[in-house]
């Protein structure tokens, strides 16, 4: 019941019917239909004690859910039969308003960031690959730091060159397909290039610069929610440990939606 229309229309409707042979005023009872039949509360209070009016409510909900149900049930089995009870499954998972309508209906931000705070995050950018000359294996890691699984069908990975400069603009873009889901507290990885990997840009050539950059993640509806800027250090002239393991390593910025952390 993914629109709740059980709790809405059928406990709602119900609770509409009992309340009329509970509260119906004499006064509004007569106005509309002349007759003296009031809700059980009234007839209780004067003395009378008739729930003549509850009881023909009650049946009144038994007789529309029998009905409903006779009428409904064959037409949803012959739907059923003819295949067309319910949408494609890769429908299901993005949405009939974006399939069918070319646009999300809602902006549904609790889907996007849950109410923990923490969603789907650009968590490391290994910018500098081994491979050479197309450095294939370069890749941004995408990770969910919510406790549910997050649909990330139609979510951009952006690669922006130059952040900061007058020469800041974008370069390649990354899209999740429909069927992709994160799954909660775990992490996927976008390579520049190798197809052994499940997300790939597919591109022939380097996508992330090795000095400075920065990666930008959208949502299904261009919503940015995590940016990831990193800058590589400069060469050290004088190292006091020839074994500096942290010489080749670049200071990374976070951007969670929230705020910018630095590493």
């Keep these: 019941d993914a629109v709740d229309a059980i709790p809405v229309h059928l406990g709602n409707g119900i609770w509409g019917c009992i309340a009329t042979g509970l509260f119906a005023s004499p006064e509004l009872v007569d106005a509309a239909y002349g007759t003296p039949n009031y809700g059980w509360f009234y007839n209780w209070s004067s003395g009378s004690g008739s729930g003549k009016l509850f009881a023909v409510e009650i049946l009144g909900v038994f007789f529309i859910i029998g009905w409903v149900g006779l009428v409904m049930i064959p037409y949803f089995y012959l739907m059923e039969v003819l295949g067309i009870f319910r ?5 299901e998972m993005v949405g009939l308003d974006i399939c069918h309508h070319n646009g999300p209906a809602y902006e549904l931000d609790m889907i996007t960031v849950p109410s923990s705070g923490k969603g789907v995050i650009i968590s490391n950018i290994n910018y500098d690959g081994k491979v050479k000359r197309t450095e294939s294996d370069e890749y941004v890691e995408i990770t969910n730091e919510s406790k549910s699984d997050i649909d990330i ?17 974008v370069g390649e873009t990354f899209t999740f397909p429909p069927t992709a889901v994160l799954k909660a507290g775990q992490s996927v990885r976008v390579y520049t290039n190798d197809t052994r990997e499940e997300y790939s840009f597919g591109s022939g050539r ?5 000095k400075k950059g920065k990666g930008v993640l959208k949502d299904s509806t261009k919503k940015v929610i995590s940016e990831f800027e990193y800058e590589s250090k400069p060469d050290k002239v004088e190292q006091d440990d020839d074994n500096d393991e942290d010489n080749d390593k670049g200071i990374m910025f976070k951007y969670d939606g929230g705020a910018f952390s630095a590493s």
């Design 87 to 91: 949408v494609d499954p890769v429908e």
């Design 153 to 169: 069908s139609g979510y951009e990975v952006v690669d922006v060159n130059s952040p900061g400069t007058d020469k800041e603009s």
């Design 206 to 210: 380097a996508i992330w610069n090795n």
